[in-house]
């Protein structure tokens, strides 16, 4: 399938933009070290260098396909904890509606185990893999409309834990997920479709990201105008969230502090494979599509949950590296 180049553009800045938002935030803790620049060696206390950082010893996860290790944590839960922030109006029209949170709800809830997220089981860090399970653990609303900066983001998160709406879980990635009137002003649609970073509040190590409905830029943001999910023609917004989300929780997993998984260009596995879908199939192939996927012939290239969806594939870090469905 051939992909609009904007679209390639907007998404392939994502990781430079995470960049920009930890020097813009000035906190050493989102501070990444950009590129390869970890030694191989490094100073003990003792005053001796100590061995090289070695690649994870997990499973059969070893360094050499594309995509370089770092030192940092992956998430190993088993599974992962999504949490979701429902900002901005969802009880409106088109995509910006309760039946969208179901369905990203549910689309959460299922994307464990999947084909797409047992990719991610090929990144570890020096005590163990990531699992490829996620949990959909909770969801709260915020039902402000106003326009959010980067720091505006981490504040709708820190908000939801300090109230107790959702639980302080360094376990868990937390997305903030706007209504297509919400702007997030550091350049949602022009210049990236989502983001993830991390900060620690009260204490704990949050991941946390951010995926507008992408109905706000469809010709940015979505691959397709009527998803395999499509309430009605041309309401992509609910499918073209899916694949951003998917995007962000790969990369939240696998470089959860910005310090574990990225090549020397910066870029993360998601990165890799930036709207770069691989094989596709119709709907109407097995019945799973909206009756508006079906009638526009959407493409889909995930199947689990009952439905199907249209997700980018990921950087496989196992065979010389590759963007692939599934293992
Ligand atoms: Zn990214």
Redesign the pocket.
């Known amino acids: 399938m051939k992909l609009p180049q904007r679209m390639i553009r907007f ?1 392939s800045v ?2 430079f933009v ?1 960049l920009t938002v930890n020097f813009m935030a000035a906190q050493k803790p989102l501070t990444r070290a950009d590129g390869d620049a970890v030694p191989n060696g490094m100073h003990t206390d003792s005053g001796q260098v100590a061995p090289p950082v070695l690649g994870p010893v997990g499973q059969a996860v070893v360094t050499g396909n594309g995509i370089n290790y770092h030192g940092g944590p992956v998430m190993k839960g088993n599974p992962v904890n999504a949490y979701i922030v429902w900002y901005g109006n969802w009880n409106s029209t088109g995509s910006n509606t309760a039946a969208t949170k179901s369905l990203i709800e549910h689309f959460l809830g299922t994307i464990g185990g999947s084909a797409i997220e047992k990719v991610n089981t090929t990144y570890g860090d020096n005590s163990g893999n990531v699992s490829g399970n996620v949990r959909f653990a909770g969801s709260t609303t915020n039902t402000s409309i106003a326009n959010l900066s980067d720091s505006g983001v981490q504040s709708v998160v820190a908000n939801a834990l300090n109230s107790g709406a959702l639980p302080r879980d360094s376990n868990g990635v937390y997305f903030v997920l706007t209504s297509s009137g919400v702007s997030e002003t550091s350049g949602f649609c022009t210049q990236y479709c ?3 970073t991390h900060a620690t509040l009260g204490g704990v190590d949050i991941k946390y990201s951010f995926v507008g409905n992408p109905d706000r830029c469809p010709s940015g943001c979505e691959i397709q105008r009527t998803g395999p999910n499509s309430p009605a023609t041309s309401v992509g917004g609910t499918d073209g969230m899916a694949n951003v989300i998917s ?2 929780l790969e ?1 939240a997993i696998s470089d959860p502090d910005l310090n574990a998984w990225f090549d020397t260009s910066g870029q ?1 596995n ?2 890799k494979c ?1 709207f770069n879908f691989g094989a596709t199939h119709t709907c109407n192939a097995n019945g799973l599509c909206s009756a508006a996927g079906t009638s526009a012939a959407a493409k889909y290239n995930q199947t689990f949950g009952s439905n199907n969806w249209m997700l980018q594939q990921n950087w496989r870090n196992s065979g010389g590296g590759a963007c692939v469905q599934h293992l």
């Open positions: 998404l994502c990781l995470i989502g983001w993830h995007h962000e990369e993360e998601a990165d930036n």
